[in-house]
């Protein structure tokens, strides 16, 4: 379903640029002129058909913000715009529940509209942890990350920080203040860095005193990057998003030097690097499943081998989608394989069997030919041993699949 974003302005040249980029952005905008004319829209739809709203400052009949309260009233997300520069202007929108505000200075400040409506959409996946011995000033900053969607966890100290970071692979992002029970939020850092890269997790830490010297011990000690209090919202804001999009760089010429030239999944020298990274944290559960298209051979003598190149796109296409949150990877060939961590064994092994009748129901159409395939999976949950015992566990299920009939999951 395409997201819909409800735009509120009364200002036709910023209602035409703020259409376009977001359309641009593969989503569905709602436009609408005045506070009257968005409540009549949204009331007839649903609200989840939303990703976020739009708004102006300053309406012809909502002169002091009465549209944003309406949007956050309506639990939307929402991004302020305003031709207004003033400091008590300012003031009074962070002081709302906003997402951020943008002023209408000039085309490049649209740039970052776009790239807000791109992480609220993409920051609904990734968990940012905040540590800090201080209830109050967690709460804080767990309450402005849930603004931008992200998924938000606590810690108040080290053993806590080191059990949810193992519990949870989507969390991307720490945020650690100096003041910790325990140790120090250097300390922590320290720690956190014998396991976790600067490549795969972001930390940014919060000195105790606005000293350049403690700021810099934090990123001596592994930090990316430092935050002073007290700060403002649209800095937290900021730096949040930096530090969260230079991961998803480096991970996008990452995913270019690994994917596999034809279906543009992972490929095995990938898989291996990540799986080995995810096993240093010992997670709490493992499975790991082959798949192998049945008969493929048929496919490509039949149908040539264009057409079974198409094939092994096409379900690569189904992997990527059915296995968006694991590791899945093109293991070479007609095969592919899929690692799960921390999910229990029952919900992996329903997983894969929704996977293998979607992959049966599917059928694909090349140069006017119908073509329909199935899937036989290899799948363990025993860990021991590691990754290549895991595999060569998988495998022996994945022959006594392919020796029983085919079109099955065969598990330990």
């Known amino acids: 379903m395409q997201r819909k974003v409800l735009i509120i302005d009364y200002d036709k040249s910023s209602m035409d640029l703020m259409r376009r980029l977001i359309t641009k952005a593969k989503l569905r905008p709602i436009c609408t002129t005045s506070l009257v004319e968005a409540k009549h829209v949204f009331s007839s739809s649903a609200p989840e058909e939303y990703l976020c709203a739009v708004v102006d400052f300053d309406l012809p009949d909502a002169k002091n913000g009465e549209a944003i309260d309406f949007a956050i009233a309506s639990f939307l997300p929402t991004i302020v715009v305003t031709a207004k520069d003033d400091e008590s202007t300012r003031t009074t929108i962070l002081e709302k529940r906003v997402v951020d505000y943008i002023p209408k200075e000039n085309t490049q400040v649209y740039d970052y509209l776009t790239r807000l ?35 938000t966890f606590e810690a108040m ?86 530090n969260v999009e230079r991961l998803e760089n480096i991970e996008t010429i990452r995913r270019v030097a690994n994917s596999d030239y034809l279906t543009g999944l992972p490929n095995r020298r990938h898989f ?28 490509n003598d039949t149908y ?19 296995f968006e949150d694991h590791i899945a990877a093109r293991f070479g060939g007609e095969e592919f394989c899929v690692y799960f961590s921390n999910m ?69």
């Open 117 to 151: 409506l791109h992480r609220l959409g993409k920051n609904k996946k990734i968990g940012v942890l905040v540590v800090d011995n201080v209830r109050v000033s967690r709460q804080t900053m767990t309450a402005l990350l849930r603004r931008q969607n992200f998924i």
């Open 157 to 242: 100290d080290t053993k806590q920080s080191i059990d949810i970071l193992r519990s949870h692979s989507n969390i991307r992002l720490v945020i650690v203040d100096e003041n910790i029970s325990g140790i120090t939020g250097i300390q922590l850092v320290s720690e956190l860095r014998k396991t976790y890269g600067k490549e795969d997790l972001a930390i940014i830490g919060i000195p105790s005193n606005a000293t350049s010297g403690l700021s810099a011990r934090f990123i001596k000690s592994g930090a990316n990057d430092y935050l002073h209090r007290p700060y403002c919202h649209e800095e937290f804001f900021c730096r949040i998003m930096q």
């Open 272 to 299: 291996f690097t990540c799986v080995t990274a995810v096993q240093k944290v010992t997670p709490k559960s493992q499975s790991l499943a082959i798949i192998d298209i049945d008969h493929f051979k048929n496919i």
């Open 344 to 412: 229990v064994a029952a919900e992996v092994m329903h997983i894969m069997e929704d996977f293998r009748q979607a992959i049966g129901n599917k059928v694909l159409t090349f140069e006017k030919q119908s073509i329909s395939c199935t899937v036989s999976i290899g799948l363990t949950h025993k860990s021991k041993g590691g990754i290549n015992a895991m595999i060569r566990l998988a495998d022996e299920h994945l022959y006594s699949a392919k020796n029983s009939g085919r079109n099955q999951v065969v598990t330990d």
């Open 304 to 322: 040539g081998h264009d057409c079974g190149d198409y094939t092994l796109k096409e379900l690569a296409k189904l992997v990527a989608e059915f």
